[in-house]
């Protein structure tokens, strides 16, 4: 079953700040985050371990609640280039190790 | 430069035809991964290999086979292409260490 992410769609002027969630019914061990612009190949963006951390990435956060077994992302002060897809990508116990369930993605739309 | 490559980038097949998808790594990873995508559905896992001549099925398995004779190497095969199968296929990699996942380009598979 694959993690629900929300929103589906978010548009943003410059400079606003967004949180994508992503949701699973499973008790997850990591939580990873990619983002794929238009025609390109996924990219890493970071990995949150079970433990509740929080990772930072530039003005890219995000948060895993190993609790509720959700995890957020945090993009602040939005540039044109953070416009695109983003996945969450979830591994658990049940699914075993190594291998990711991706969401359905969060379109993010950037604009001047 | 780490680097997936895929064989092809865009590809058109028959109805009933055998294909083979191609995906080659360069950073010695351990971890090799086919996913399909499609609009709306994310990306989805037919096969994984944890090593050479190891496979396990993914989500979505049904009408594919995989093989791994070299550990740089990993093949996606449609025994008998049907037309539910065009799809964007994307190979990914990634080291058992720590399982951040490097995606190929994607081959555009069409089958008419």
């Known amino acids: 079953q694959q993690p629900v992410q929300s929103p589906q769609a978010v548009i943003l002027r410059e400079g606003e700040d967004a949180v994508i969630n992503c949701s699973s019914s499973?008790?997850?061990?990591?939580v990873h985050w990619y983002r794929q612009k238009h025609g390109e190949a996924p990219v890493f963006l970071m990995i949150?371990?079970?433990?509740?951390e929080q990772k930072g990435h530039d003005k890219i956060s995000a948060s895993f609640n190993e609790k509720k077994q959700q995890s957020s992302l945090y993009l602040t002060a939005s540039q044109l280039s953070y416009s695109g897809t983003y996945f969450c990508?979830?591994?658990?116990?049940?699914?075993?190790?190594?291998?990711?369930?991706f969401g359905t993605g969060t379109r993010l739309l950037v604009s001047p | 430069d780490v680097k997936v490559t895929q064989s092809s980038r865009y590809l058109v097949k028959r109805t009933g035809e055998k294909v083979f998808l191609e995906c080659v790594q360069d950073?010695?990873?351990?971890?090799m991964f086919w996913y399909r995508q499609d609009p709306g559905l994310g990306l989805r896992l037919i096969y994984f290999?944890?090593?050479?001549?190891?496979?396990e099925k993914g989500d979505i398995p049904e009408g594919y086979s995989v093989s791994r004779e070299k550990k740089e190497r990993f093949s996606l095969i449609l025994e008998s292409a049907s037309t539910n199968q065009t799809s964007m296929y994307l190979c990914?990699?990634?080291?058992?260490?720590?399982?951040?996942?490097?995606f190929g380009p994607g081959t555009r598979l069409t089958v008419l």
């Open positions: 990508g979830t591994e658990s116990m049940n699914t075993g190790f190594q291998k990711l369930v």
């Open positions: 950073m010695d990873h351990e971890n």
């Open positions: 290999s944890y090593d050479v001549k190891m496979k």
């Open positions: 990914a990699s990634s080291s058992r260490l720590d399982n951040e996942q490097f």
């Open positions: 499973k008790a997850l061990y990591s």
């Open positions: 949150l371990l079970k433990g509740g």
